[in-house]
């Protein structure tokens, strides 16, 4: 399927299983029958969108429900197995694209999953030496604290030690979600306007480079959030 | 998350926990992440150049008790072998030993590729040449 276009929910050119006619969506457009779903389809075909990453989330909410409605099982209750199983199939399908695009977080990570780009393990890449000493730094200061807290020292200027460093952590997480925003920004733009797969796979490299750094920082942030509720 | 006893067992009484001079030209340095999850994990080994036994191991694993306890065992299992037998530890020797359930594995993926990073720095400063196979990830 490209990826440029406005992708549907079916292959297209695919024939609806009941008539014959070209069916693309989610029901045949000639005679009204739920379509098997191909496998392989992206969650932005299961709502007809492109693949982009700014969605505007009123209208995915709206077409959700929409969709979660006509794709119900209590609506094929008396029609034959075949078609039941189908509904079931896909309403259980349309939470889980609705949960993956809902949140923008999870959307990016989605895209690039899908996209081949981030699998558990096997695609990982490590990051940069740098990025993990610097962690491993924060971490340890972040072990001082405890440990001095263990040891009865100064409540209060420990506390202050802490929530400047929360404070450090939450502008680096802001920093990383401002670089995650721009190369949204980018990969629509890209999108939009045909880019080649090598230029797609480039703007994926850097969302997945910075997905990466942003799961360091805010593994610390929670953990210096986590000190501070007990401080 | 239900944790073997294994695991609870490193983690309630963790090897080998602390560092080595990073800066000594016999001790081999590995620090690595899972962005999975923003875990890290540092390992060191001294090893003596004349037998190429690890005569010493030590680790700082930020992270869940599996990797926490991957790291343990791995400084546990190293200590006393030689370069070669380090770097034949795989992860799922450890997820053997530890029963740690799938979600956990990258977990002690995390403590093969330690292993491979601070043999490689190691080697690196030794002078030897890293074959590019050991420097790669570990198999999931
Ligand atoms: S959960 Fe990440 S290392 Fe265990």
């Known amino acids: 399927m490209s990826m440029t276009q406005t992708s549907s929910a079916t292959a297209p050119g695919t024939k609806c299983w009941s008539c014959g006619k070209i069916a693309d969506g989610h029901f045949c457009a000639a005679c009204g029958k739920i379509q098997p779903l191909p496998r392989g389809t992206s969650y932005f075909a299961f709502f007809a969108l492109p693949e982009k990453l700014q969605i505007d989330p009123e209208a995915l909410e709206q077409q959700f429900h929409k969709l979660s409605w006509k794709l119900h099982p209590d609506n094929f209750m008396r029609a034959d197995e075949f078609e039941r199983n189908l509904s079931l199939e896909r309403s259980s399908e349309l939470n889980d694209a609705y949960r993956a695009l809902r949140d923008p977080l999870t959307r990016v990570e989605y895209l690039l999953a899908h996209k081949g780009m981030r699998k558990e393990g096997a695609a990982k890449q490590q ?15 972040l072990d001082e604290l405890r440990e001095a807290r263990a040891a009865g020292e100064d409540l209060a200027a420990l506390r202050a030690s802490l929530e400047s460093a929360e404070q450090d952590f939450q502008e680096k997480l802001a920093g990383v979600d401002a670089e995650l925003d721009q190369v ?48 | 998350m239900a944790y073997s006893e294994k695991v609870i067992e490193h983690y309630n009484n963790p090897r080998n926990v602390g560092s080595l001079d990073k800066k000594d030209p016999n001790v081999g340095t590995g620090l690595v992440g899972a962005p999975e999850c923003g875990d890290v994990m540092k ?11 690890i005569e010493e191991a030590k680790f700082k694993t930020f992270g869940c008790g599996s990797a926490i306890a991957s790291s343990s065992l791995a400084t546990e299992w190293v200590k006393g072998k030689t370069v070669e037998e380090a770097l034949a530890i795989k992860n799922t020797d450890i997820v053997r030993e530890l029963a740690l359930p799938p979600v956990k594995i990258h977990c002690s993926v995390l403590a093969e590729d330690a292993i491979k990073a601070a043999l490689s720095d190691w080697k690196t400063k030794q002078g030897e040449e890293v074959n590019a196979a050991e420097t790669k990830s570990a198999a999931h």
């Open chain 1, 184 to 231: 949204r920004t980018e990969w629509d733009a890209a999108i939009e306007a045909n880019a080649t797969e090598s230029d797609l796979s480039k703007v994926m490299a850097r969302m997945n480079e910075i997905l990466n750094r942003r799961s360091y920082i805010r593994n610390l942030v929670v953990s210096v959030a986590k000190e501070l509720a007990d401080a």
């Open chain 2, 43 to 53: 390992l060191q080994m001294k090893v003596n150049p004349a037998t190429r036994v």
């Open chain 1, 127 to 141: 990051a940069p030496p740098e990025l993990l000493e610097e962690v491993f730094e924060l971490n340890e200061s």
